[in-house]
């Protein structure tokens, strides 16, 4: 490829080190599948980015199948009693609700809408 041909580069500037510009460099290590830049997949069993980067809290289901988060009560569909159940928490400073979503064994059993106000979130 010419640098001419290359319809990105403004200013051409060499690596000290490898001789190279370093956009053709790194674009030919992506052709040649030699990089370690990886799309971003969401791992299965989740659905959602919103699962992967959250908070993270674990509850006990009651024998009434609730589980409590500060003053609140959600009803655990899905989960045995007496289990522990992960709530991934997502707020959204945008529209101020958070979505909670209980996971139990990379199982989703339920999701709930809640204001942040009412989680008391830490804010720095």
Known sequence: MRIEDHPRLIVL???STTGEIPILRFERAVKE???????????SPY???KD?????VKRKVDPYHKISLHNLKFRV???PLREEV????APDEKTGMAE?????????????QVENSDLNLVRF
């Open 77 to 79: 569909h899905k989960a």
């Open 47 to 49: 659905e959602s980015a």
């Open 86 to 89: 992960e709530l991934r928490i």
């Open 100 to 112: 909670v979503r209980i996971w139990y064994k990379d199982i989703l059993t339920d999701v709930y």
């Open 52 to 56: 992967i980067f959250c908070l993270r």
């Open 13 to 15: 500037q060499v690596h």
């Open 33 to 43: 599948k030699k990089s370690l830049f990886r799309e971003f997949t969401i791992p």
